[in-house]
């Protein structure tokens, strides 16, 4: 990770090695906190950040599904978010806000411990990697499950939920791949550990149905770019076997952009490259994002 100078905390922007917590702060051992990941893009006139108001908005549903009160606005946040990205003199960045309980009361159950929230920028390149970003990764079907809507409630985007996560992950590379793709307890395919994931099959695009997974903004602009292009998409279950007979797969998400997938669990999608639909939904991403596509113009945030 390479260190910006401020992260704003509670209000004010303090030195990135003094944005410290306490020890006891309840988030730290019982993993319930709230986060979003959001990207700010360099474009000809300036620094813009992607669907910052969906993001924001996304901050405060899951607020409300776990009962927390934000002590900040919407409007707040939009402002933290510009003021910390201006301070650290970036022009394209990672932003990571941050909703934790603090020290107090210990237990799983606390009243009277503070809602805090931070507001960090950084720079960070391609998630999956600029080569996997250009010709695509490798992914292997992961042997942990996520977890059921009756154990989850997947809405929420909540720093606990990415343990399995991180377990999926970990066991991808130690095997070889890049990244991890999980199921549902069903068995249909569900997401990646930090992705939603599409699939094309003659033509046309399926993915996942919000069942068991977190309602990405990536996810919903390839949706609006499919129907913008009049290329057919369905948003429902399907199998690992109909993702290893699929034409194209890629995955989306902020972290992620859009990559495609050339193979899962050592079979090749299509013919092992990132495919023709994959690629266009690819290009029209990265100039919207870019500030280069006027049509999606409305998903900039200017600083």
């Known amino acids: 990770m390479v260190k910006s100078e401020k992260i704003w905390m509670n209000g004010e922007l303090v030195d990135w090695d003094n944005a410290n917590v306490h020890v006891l702060s309840h988030t730290l051992h019982y993993g319930l906190g709230l986060f979003e990941g959001i990207r700010c893009y360099d474009t000809a006139s300036g620094p813009a950040v992607f669907r910052l108001d969906e993001h924001i908005q996304r901050l405060f549903k899951s607020a409300h599904i776990f009962m927390l009160d934000i002590p900040y606005s ?16 970036l022009k394209e960045c990672y932003i990571r806000p941050l909703v934790y309980i603090g020290n107090g009361g210990m237990g799983l159950y606390v009243e009277d411990n503070s809602i805090n929230l931070a507001i960090a920028v ?39 939920y990415y343990v399995t996560s991180q377990l999926a992950k970990r066991e991808a590379i130690l095997c070889g791949f890049d990244e991890a793709l999980l199921l549902d307890p ?35 602009s390839v949706i609006e770019i499919a129907g913008n292009e009049g290329i057919e998409l369905t948003e429902s279950r399907f199998t690992r076997d109909e993702a290893y007979i699929s034409d194209e797969a890629f995955f989306s998400g902020t972290a992620a952009e859009i990559t495609p997938i050339i193979e899962l669990d050592k079979r090749s999608i299509g013919n092992g490259a990132p495919g023709e639909i994959t690629k266009k939904i690819q290009h029209i991403f990265f100039d919207a994002v870019k500030g280069k596509n006027k049509k999606y113009s409305h998903w900039l945030t200017y600083i």
Do not use: C, Q
């Open 74 to 89: 919407e409007n707040d946040i939009t402002l933290a978010v510009k003021e910390t990205i201006k301070a650290n003199n």
């Open 186 to 220: 069903e068995g249909y395919v569900s997401e990646g550990s930090g992705e939603n994931v599409f699939i094309v099959r003659h033509g046309r695009l399926k993915t996942t149905p919000l069942t068991s997974i977190l309602e990405g903004i990536t996810r919903e």
């Open 122 to 160: 950084w720079p960070w390149g391609s998630y999956l990697g600029e080569d996997g970003i250009r010709n695509g990764i490798r992914v292997k079907t992961s042997s942990f499950v996520r977890s059921s809507v009756n154990s989850n409630m997947a809405r929420a985007k909540v720093s606990g």
